[in-house]
């Protein structure tokens, strides 16, 4: 079982940048999959950015390819997401998200929010313009 902690959200002016850090528990926290998801008000939970287990392979949602970087640091059991070149419409609860890899052979990217098994509270990103 892993315990996720998001932190890093704020606002921030149109066109800035934030890094989000997610800690995660446990000691087998390099054998997880991560995502970030967002939910913004009135809006279903939507995939922003994913990473494999071992950390080679990411994925990203259109409307943030380019300008989002997921990352991860095994040693520091943290997931990154640095945001940059950020947009009003990027203004959102975003969620840390892991499910347990399926093997060492796993390289399947998690883009759905029902793949994930664990959750971090959320942290608050606004982006005024």
């Known amino acids: 079982q892993v315990q996720l902690v998001e932190s890093g959200g704020g606002l921030v002016q149109a066109g800035g940048s934030l890094r989000l850090s997610c800690a995660a528990s446990g000691r087998t926290f390099s054998l997880y999959n991560m995502g970030w998801f967002r939910q913004a008000p009135g809006k279903e939970r939507e995939f922003v950015a994913a990473?494999?287990?071992?950390?080679?392979?990411?994925g990203y949602a259109d409307s943030v390819k380019g300008r989002f970087t997921i990352a991860r640091d095994n040693a520091k059991n943290t997931v990154y997401l640095q945001m940059n070149s950020l947009k009003p419409e990027d203004t959102a609860v975003y969620y840390c998200?892991?499910?347990?890899?399926?093997?060492?052979?796993?390289?399947?990217?998690?883009?759905?929010?029902?793949?994930?098994?664990?959750w971090g509270q959320g942290t608050q990103v606004t982006v005024s313009s």
């Open positions: 998200a892991a499910v347990y890899y399926s093997g060492i052979f796993d390289t399947r990217l998690r883009l759905r929010p029902l793949e994930y098994d664990y």
């Open positions: 990473i494999t287990w071992s950390g080679g392979s990411t």
